[in-house]
């Protein structure tokens, strides 16, 4: 059984399948029923604001030294290692998966709290990793309903959902043994969760695009924060403290038919951009002996 509080956030002890999955297993797992639409990129400004809510994982981004992946830095190579490390979670071979992992825990290993750090924190702390592949799969069941196929969220995908964790450090016993146990985690975690005002100020700049070229983040800026507040379920909203009328919810509505609309009728290279584009551009990385992030 495994248990944990995540800077005064409880996360529900929830009992781990049985068997429990080796690393070996886990590294050698499929992901295909894990189908990553591409147009669901349109909501990653959305996920990373999820991810970061919970307070370790928002200042250690914050304060991270590790400029080479810090987004308004390097907005180009940050979206390019996290829409890597997806593809490769979920579409990865085992070599791929093991070869990200070491990447990133290089990456992580610079990652740590200081004594001048308002909330403690390590990136290969595990419950930190749980909660940054509950974030990625949740939105993976939320792109379902609005780009995919809601027939494809089930027990045996949710179960596929742990390489979203397992790709990094987190063993795979940690992952809730079953979707319903999930969901527990999730309400709970997501109820304790406080935003201050450093991390909001944030992830307001990332929901506007401001990491971005400052003529293009001042054109698309609103078009950013509309979108992204969007796709935030209703909780992260009110914690941001955004609103979000009847009208919006229409206007967003529309925008995603339309976007699903287009979506259907493109080759399926195309449907699958960026993520397949990304995976090829790992292995290419990996056979050259280049750095992956």
Same mark, same amino acid.
């Given at each position: 059984?495994?248990?944990?509080?995540?800077?005064?956030?409880?996360?529900?002890?929830?009992?781990?399948?049985?068997?429990?999955?080796?690393?070996?297993?886990?590294?050698?797992?499929?992901?295909?029923?894990?189908?990553?639409?591409?147009?669901?990129?349109?909501?990653?400004?959305?996920?990373?604001?999820?991810?970061?809510?919970?307070?370790?994982?928002?200042?250690?981004?914050?304060?991270?030294?590790?400029?080479?992946?810090?987004?308004?830095?390097?907005?180009?190579?940050?979206?390019?290692?996290?829409?890597?490390?997806?593809?490769?979670?979920?579409?990865?071979?085992?070599?791929?998966?093991?070869?990200?992992?070491?990447?990133?825990?290089?990456?992580?290993?610079?990652?740590?709290?200081?004594?001048?750090?308002?909330?403690?924190?390590?990136?290969?702390?595990?419950?930190?990793?749980?909660?940054?592949?509950?974030?990625?799969?949740?939105?993976?069941?939320?792109?379902?309903?609005?780009?995919?196929?809601?027939?494809?969220?089930?027990?045996?995908?949710?179960?596929?959902?742990?390489?979203?964790?397992?790709?990094?450090?987190?063993?795979?016993?940690?992952?809730?043994?079953?979707?319903?146990? &999930?969901?527990?985690?999730?309400?709970?975690?997501?109820?304790?969760?406080?935003?201050?005002?450093?991390?909001?100020?944030?992830?307001?700049?990332?929901?506007?695009?401001?990491?971005?070229?400052?003529?293009?983040?001042?054109?698309?800026?609103?078009?950013?924060?509309?979108?992204?507040?969007?796709?935030?379920?209703?909780?992260?909203?009110?914690?941001?403290?955004?609103?979000?009328?009847?009208?919006?919810?229409?206007? &967003?509505?529309?925008?995603?038919?339309?976007?699903?609309?287009?979506?259907?009728?493109?080759?399926?290279?195309?449907?699958?951009?960026?993520?397949?584009?990304?995976?090829?551009?790992?292995?290419?990385?990996?056979?050259?002996?280049?750095?992956?992030?």
């Amino acid at each position: 059984m495994t248990s944990g509080i995540i800077d005064g956030t409880s996360a529900r002890a929830v009992e781990p399948l049985a068997p429990v999955w080796t690393r070996d297993q886990a590294d050698s797992a499929s992901g295909d029923l894990l189908e990553m639409p591409g147009i669901s990129a349109l909501a990653g400004a959305a996920n990373v604001i999820m991810q970061l809510s919970l307070p370790a994982v928002g200042y250690g981004v914050a304060e991270s030294k590790v400029d080479s992946g810090n987004l308004f830095k390097r907005p180009v190579k940050r979206a390019r290692t996290t829409l890597a490390y997806l593809a490769v979670a979920v579409n990865g071979t085992p070599a791929d998966r093991k070869a990200y992992r070491k990447a990133v825990g290089h990456s992580h290993s610079q990652v740590k709290s200081t004594d001048a750090s308002p909330v403690k924190y390590n990136a290969f702390d595990p419950t930190l990793q749980l909660w940054v592949a509950a974030c990625l799969y949740k939105g993976w069941e939320d792109m379902q309903y609005l780009y995919g196929d809601p027939e494809a969220i089930t027990e045996e995908a949710y179960q596929q959902g742990a390489l979203m964790g397992t790709t990094l450090q987190m063993p795979r016993d940690m992952w809730p043994a079953t979707r319903a146990d &999930f969901q527990v985690y999730w309400d709970t975690t997501v109820a304790g969760l406080e935003i201050d005002d450093t991390i909001r100020d944030l992830l307001l700049s990332i929901s506007k695009f401001e990491f971005l070229p400052r003529p293009l983040s001042f054109v698309i800026g609103g078009y950013g924060l509309f979108v992204t507040t969007g796709f935030l379920p209703s909780e992260f909203r009110d914690k941001m403290g955004l609103e979000w009328s009847d009208r919006d919810q229409r206007v &967003f509505d529309v925008h995603n038919r339309i976007a699903r609309a287009v979506a259907t009728r493109l080759p399926q290279p195309l449907r699958a951009f960026p993520f397949n584009t990304y995976l090829w551009d790992v292995r290419r990385r990996i056979k050259a002996g280049k750095p992956l992030t």
